[in-house]
């Protein structure tokens, strides 16, 4: 019923930048929080930044001032505005929403902890 599908992801040079994207899919009224995670080789997934409906945002201290994350509520989306990227920004970035709250059929229905299946940020020197 609520699919998360990413996008924009690629290979990029030091210092340039990449925009992801983050849609939800179904019958939406509205979700809390959504947010990107990523996981590099050899790590474990980590917090990348958060939104939630307010919006508040939150921020990992290795991305703050240079991703910005933005959501816009109309087209169910997310975004990771990534500039000045590095080479330890390689990773799988990871879209997550939660408290989705959606209508399947007549009722309504919590979804909670929502994941896509990710998009390849590749950052080379």
């Known amino acids: 019923q609520v699919q998360l599908v990413e996008s924009g992801g690629g290979l990029v040079q030091a210092g340039e930048s990449l925009r992801l994207s983050c849609a939800a899919s179904?019958?939406?009224?509205?979700?809390?929080?959504m947010g990107w995670y990523r996981q590099a080789p050899g790590k474990q997934r980590e917090l990348v930044a958060t939104?939630?409906?307010?919006?508040?945002?939150n921020y990992a201290d290795s991305v703050k001032g240079r991703f910005t994350i933005s959501r816009d509520n109309a087209k169910n989306t997310v975004y990771l505005q990534m500039n000045s990227l590095k080479s330890e920004d390689t990773a799988v970035y990871y879209c997550?929403?939660?408290?989705?709250?959606?209508?399947?059929?007549?009722?309504?229905?919590?979804?909670?902890?929502?994941w896509g299946k990710g998009t390849l940020v590749t950052v080379s020197s």
């Open positions: 997550n929403a939660d408290r989705i709250l959606y209508e399947s059929g007549n009722l309504r229905k919590w979804g909670m902890d929502y």
């Open positions: 179904g019958t939406i009224v509205s979700i809390g929080a």
């Open positions: 939104i939630t409906s307010i919006p508040s945002t």
